[in-house]
């Protein structure tokens, strides 16, 4: 099955500096997400984004499909920022599917 | 807003017994998703459902089963509870095909002593 690899594993900032989260997989995808996990478990969708750039508040994502990786930029964090970073994918299977694969997670 | 709830935050079972894990969907989703969580592994898919009374194994089944009698709820069984499926579990729902945006329940807790 498809490959998602996420780096780095932990991450330590100070609240008011940028970073950037990385997400590589393995295959073609149809479908890749990021998710929050705050520190109470909840995991929260932040981009659907299989292709391109999008930007929500503080937060951005670009995905290049094309060589297979994506980041998620946080610029100014804060400690609400704290957490889990998730990357999903769902590999292109032609019919579409149902399941998402998880990365391992940046922890904030 | 979606709202996909979990029956239990917090369970404590002792080995050998049978655990029931409730999900239900306010949205009328017909995808469902049980994941569990683990330091380190990040989320695994144990079972899914694309429909009522369909269900589909994820990557690892082994030690559960589910339930999906309607659309809004999804169950999962743990048949004879060992302690290691001491986790937190997750539910989830997304609507259609793939490339739609999956939600997820706040988890639940289990701890098997």
């Known amino acids: 099955g498809i490959q998602v690899e996420q780096s780095p594993p932990d991450l330590i900032l100070q609240e008011g500096a940028n970073s950037t989260l990385r997400c590589n997989f393995s295959?073609?995808?149809?479908?890749l997400q990021w998710f929050h996990q705050n520190p109470w478990g909840q995991l929260i969708n932040l981009f659907y984004?299989?292709?391109g750039t999008k930007q929500n508040g503080r937060l951005s994502a670009t995905t290049v499909a094309t060589e297979r990786y994506s980041l998620l930029y946080i610029s100014s964090s804060q400690t609400t920022d704290s957490g889990v970073y998730f990357c999903?994918?769902?590999?292109?299977?032609?019919?579409?599917?149902?399941?998402?694969?998880f990365g391992k997670g940046t922890k904030l | 807003d979606v709202k996909v709830t979990q029956s239990s935050r917090y369970l404590v079972k002792r080995t050998g017994e049978k655990v029931f894990l409730e999900c239900v969907q306010d949205?009328?989703?017909?995808?469902m998703f049980w994941y569990r969580q683990d330091p380190g592994l990040g989320l695994r898919l144990i079972y899914f459902s694309y429909d009522v009374k369909m269900k589909e194994k994820g990557d690892i089944p082994e030690g559960y089963s589910v339930s999906r009698e309607k659309k809004e709820r999804f169950s999962l069984i743990l048949e004879s509870a060992s302690t290691n499926q001491t986790s937190m579990y997750l539910c989830a729902s997304s609507f259609g095909r793939a490339g739609n945006t999956i939600y997820f329940g706040e988890g639940s807790w289990l701890t098997v002593v």
């Open positions: 984004i299989p292709s």
């Open positions: 999903a994918v769902d590999g292109y299977s032609g019919a579409g599917s149902y399941q998402l694969t």
């Open positions: 295959d073609s995808v149809n479908n």
């Open positions: 949205m009328d989703h017909e995808n």
